[in-house]
């Protein structure tokens, strides 16, 4: 299972929102760059950025934020929010972003994702943020009448193969993923599922691990210290899985320079 530690970028910062909303929001670095490099650090292969001013104003504010760390090296990075036309695509791509979401464009202009999907393949997901079950788009501001487990399997049949999930509900709240939520996505052929929201604890890694969740995506978790970041990716982000001992999954901090 792959892991994704997760930068949201406001204003050039690295920082978290509370279940969406943008008024309880939390900086926790100043120096998003820095922030990867930690990541890198700490062995992480892959990561997560989403641009919430590109998401809620359809801005570019922090492209260059995102470039400089992928001029970092050694991540594969996937980046969303506010990708609504093809050459937001090839503009990230073009930076070296091996991966664009779409979010709000999937639920607008679905033609327009699914041309997506077939001309980018495994450069393109989509990320389906859910609240209450249906999927929000627009910075998570607008809900929409589509149920979101049903949007998923539409956009199955129209080719797409990667779907980034998000209970917004969980999202930033500490108190667990939604469980239920994976289960019935990874029941759709053909998607590769990332759970997204709320994950706290090694143990609900282990849960994701056992039922073939592609991967995870990991944000207030690792920025309280309630998950080590090197220790959930050495026992989760490889090839080969062997099950972690009950200490393993126990509650762990990272170190205070992390």
């Known amino acids: 299972m792959k892991l994704y530690p997760a930068i949201d970028l406001r204003g050039g910062q690295a920082v978290r929102l509370y279940q969406g909303d943008y008024d309880q929001m939390t900086v926790y670095n100043a120096d998003p760059v820095a922030q990867a490099q930690q990541f890198i650090d700490a062995g992480a292969k892959y990561l997560h950025v ?29 980046v969303g929010g506010g990708i609504r036309d093809e050459a937001r695509i090839r503009q990230y791509l073009d930076l070296g972003v091996d991966r664009c979401i779409l979010g709000t464009v999937a639920v607008k202009n679905f033609a327009f994702t699914q041309e997506m999907a077939q001309k980018y393949g495994a450069q393109i997901a989509v990320g389906v943020d859910m609240k209450d079950g249906f999927v929000a788009v627009n910075g998570w501001k607008e809900i929409t009448p589509e149920p979101g487990v049903a949007f998923c399997r539409r956009c199955a049949e129209a080719g797409v193969k990667a779907i980034i999930a998000t209970d917004i509900s969980r999202d930033g709240t500490m108190q667990g993923t939604n469980m239920a939520l994976y289960r019935e996505l990874l029941t759709i052929p053909g998607l590769e599922i990332t759970a997204s929201g709320g994950i706290s604890a090694m143990a609900e890694l282990a849960e994701l691990q056992a039922m073939h969740c592609h991967a995870a995506i990991l944000g207030k978790s690792i920025y309280t210290g309630a998950i080590d970041l090197a220790k959930a990716v050495r026992l989760y982000d490889c090839l080969l899985y062997t099950a972690p001992s009950p200490r393993d999954l126990s509650t762990s901090r990272m170190p205070s320079s992390a």
């Open 50 to 78: 989403v641009d919430l001013d590109g998401a809620k104003d359809d801005t570019t504010a922090n492209m260059q934020t995102i470039a400089a760390i992928a001029k970092l090296g050694g991540l594969k990075i996937e």
